[in-house]
């Protein structure tokens, strides 16, 4: 193993235990969308099976994120938790190909990161294979390897505004982490569709690149931010295209039952996607439409899934997309 690798390795773990328990950030509405109590047409009879019978199903209040979350954001996660989990997992694979985080040992101006100091610009060193991961029972020793410099996640240029895909446990403990959830498939759909039996977000239009990201190659993600065409009838932004999402449902047959035990998905069984990537051709794009992954995938993470946080908590009546 090269010597800086083997220095930025233990730097890793020297993170994950130190910041484990950090607290999110304060809830806040800034960004996050009001789903008003009520019921909606979920499903279709004129598509594949898994989405019939259409049904009417109530939704109670909740909020969602406008945005997918961005690997900037993601990269805030990492920086305040590590990348090595309580259990020992790896919360990011950055050794994939399209992977837009790496970790970087970077010069800090003053004492701490953690107390708003000024960084440098950035210098990459050698990167860690996952192979080389170590143990966390192994000694914790001062990040990276030179005085004045940490191990910070850093996002590639032009990237930091692109969606991020991440295993379902790691979209789990992000949106925990800022004192949120994961949204249930029924809140998903009517955050997408509303009452009016639309098919897609923007209505019945056919897409195209004003409204969502689609049919291009493996790896083409494009900003989260910046299609206000494509925006569902709450004000959600992006929810077909440039990446599918994870829900915290587990699939079963309609009609949805709110108490089956469809919405106790953990990490075990299949759990339901949602929405479209950017990679999928446009007769994909559908708010109807159910994929789902087992658990090995759910765990492994896929490159066309990323997530957004909901919540039930009152985040406001003035806030952007509240009440008024």
Not at 39 to 45: D, H, L, S, T, V
Not at 85 to 107: K, L, M, N
Not at 136 to 150: E, M
């Amino acid at each position: 193993m090269p010597r800086m690798a083997r220095h930025l390795i233990p730097a890793l773990v020297a993170v994950a235990l130190g910041c484990a328990t950090a607290p999110g950030p304060a809830a806040r509405a800034d960004g996050v969308m009001l789903i008003q109590a009520g019921a909606f047409w979920m499903g279709r009879n004129d598509g594949p099976s898994d989405e019939a019978p259409l049904h009417r199903v109530y939704v109670r209040d909740f909020w969602l994120e406008r945005h997918k979350v961005t690997n900037a954001e993601f990269a805030e996660f990492l920086d305040a938790v590590g990348v090595v989990s309580p259990e020992g997992e790896q919360r990011y694979d950055w050794e994939a190909a399209d992977a837009r985080i790496q970790p970087r040992c970077t010069h800090v101006s003053g004492t701490s990161t953690a107390t708003g100091s000024t960084r440098d610009v950035p210098s990459r060193r050698d990167v860690p294979s996952r192979r080389d991961l170590p143990r966390l029972d192994l000694p914790v020793v001062r990040p990276c390897f030179a005085s004045g410099t940490v191990l910070i996640w850093t996002v590639d240029p032009g990237y930091g505004h692109h969606p991020v895909a991440v295993s379902w446990l790691d979209a789990g403990a992000f949106c925990a982490w800022r004192g949120r959830r994961l949204p249930t498939e029924a809140e998903w759909e009517k955050a997408a569709r509303g009452d009016d039996r639309r098919r897609y977000p923007w209505g019945d239009a056919a897409p195209t690149e004003a409204h969502a990201i689609f049919g291009r190659p493996s790896g083409a993600t494009a900003s989260a931010i910046g299609r206000p065409g494509g925006a569902g009838p709450y004000g959600v932004h992006d929810l077909l295209g440039n990446l599918r999402e994870w829900t915290a449902t587990i699939p079963k047959p309609y009609p949805y039952q709110h108490d089956d035990g469809r919405e106790s998905f953990t990490d075990a069984g299949r759990v339901v996607v949602r929405g479209a990537s950017h990679d999928d051709p446009e007769d994909a794009l559908s708010v109807t439409r159910r994929w789902s992954y087992d658990r090995r995938r759910a765990a492994s993470g896929q490159h066309v899934v990323g997530f957004r946080c909901a919540t039930s908590d009152d985040l406001g009546e003035v806030a952007p997309g509240g009440r008024r």
